[in-house]
């Protein structure tokens, strides 16, 4: 797959239905495939932090899950063809794995999200196959036991949902003990799935605006958000000294 590359993160230029194929075509191999979609600000935390870049660059598909990196690509003149966030890319999965034999595993969220999660998409798709739910509130210590779980249920596909950097780091750091052949991180989708949280209405996510309503619903993000501009400076000023 083609790629551009963001302040030293490499971006793979692919649709959300392209990258849906290809996480499908990713149970046909006898190996992990860690799936990540870094924004704005996991991108600058990449630029920050090297060994940061390269877990998101060792992964095996990386989206462009906000509109500031699709944005980041017609500057550095290799543009995306469309933000392809996580949320999106694991709806479609699901739509495809909906009815086959392929057994799904959810990770991540409070006490009895995952749980929750489940109960919704089991609704939306009568028959996917979950094969384990497990929350993301857990010491260094309960790692092992973890994994165990996660292999024991049989799953083809992890969505893992702590967060970014935690959710990659955790991925990365497993990646030679998971039994699933797909481990995706996609952050907040979990509590989007339970109906905890909100994904922005279509005319912010049409617009390129959906940082703007995240800010509305939760105004202590502004610190966060300082990280956007920045983002668009050091792409501006930097931004071409990456091949």
Known sequence: MDKVNILGVNVDTVTIDEAADAIIGFFDEN??????TPNSEIIM?????KGFADILNRSELLTADGIGVVYASKILNKPL????????????????????????????????????ARDNLIRMYPRLNI???????????DDA????????????????CL?????????????????VRVAMGIGGSLDVFAGTAER?????????????YRLYKEPKRIGRMMDLPKFAITVFLKGKRYK
Do not use: M
């Open 31 to 36: 190996k992990l495939h860690s799936v990540f």
């Open 131 to 141: 094969a384990g739910c497990r929350h993301g509130y857990f010491a260094p210590e």
């Open 45 to 49: 935390a990449a630029y920050r932090d």
């Open 200 to 212: 922005a209405p279509d005319f912010f996510c049409n617009h390129g605006l959906e940082w703007l």
């Open 163 to 179: 967060g970014a950097p935690k959710q990659e780091k955790w991925i990365d750091e497993h990646r030679g003990k998971l039994g």
């Open 81 to 116: 063809r469309e933000r392809a966030a996580g949320y999106d890319i694991a709806c479609r999965v699901l739509e495809k794995i909906d009815g086959t034999e392929h057994k799904l595993f959810l990770f991540g969220g409070k006490p009895g999200v995952a749980e929750t």
């Open 145 to 160: 036991q973890i994994v165990d779980e996660i292999n024991a249920s049989g799953a083809d596909i992890i969505f893992v």
